[in-house]
């Protein structure tokens, strides 16, 4: 069964569904093995130093993904990814970054393509640093989500305008 994007934007299982199951397909993959949820809100989901990858994405529904990974978490994902090693500093290593959020947020938009949402995403932004905060204006529904995997955990977020 299809849904149509205001549906859509007020069904916010069928949006965590959507976003379970590509960060299982991304990082299972990646990692040769699955991701364990970890619980949602600011509080589970922490990454005050280290790296975000973002993605845009516009169409029947527009909202952002956001990936992010504490330094030894991305060092180590990273790794795996690609099969060698990058240093944490590099502009290799933001490149490898927003790769990882381009593969997550395409996984997703391949999960609201078989709900009959289509949208296109944008090049992926990467932040580095720490103190690091993503906050979102009034006007956006935000889920912020944490994952644990044996090489450091993940926090995934998507950020919705509210209809």
């Given amino acids: 069964m299809k849904a149509n994007a205001p549906d859509f ?4 299982p069928q949006l965590q569904e959507c976003l379970d199951k590509a960060v299982e397909s991304t990082f299972g993959m990646i990692l040769g093995e699955s991701p364990t949820y970890c619980g949602d809100g600011e509080d589970t989901a ?5 790296m ?3 993605i845009a994405v516009v169409g029947d529904v ?9 330094p030894e978490s991305a060092t180590k994902i990273a790794q795996q990814f690609a099969g060698f090693e990058f240093d944490y500093e590099s502009d290799d290593m933001c490149d490898v970054i927003g790769e990882l959020a381009n593969v997550l ?7 609201l393509d078989e709900l009959g949402i289509k949208v296109q995403m944008s090049l992926p932004s990467v932040a580095r640093g720490s103190d690091l905060q993503l906050i979102q204006p009034g006007a956006v529904r935000s ?14 977020g998507l950020a919705v305008g509210k209809s």
């Fill in 9 to 12: 934007l007020q069904n916010t």
């Fill in 62 to 70: 527009s909202w952002s993904l956001s990936v992010g990974f504490s």
């Fill in 52 to 54: 975000v990858g973002i």
């Fill in 143 to 156: 889920l912020r989500r944490k994952y644990s995997t044996s090489f450091g955990d993940i926090v995934v």
């Fill in 46 to 50: 922490d990454i005050s130093s280290g």
């Fill in 105 to 111: 947020a395409g996984d997703v938009v391949a999960a």
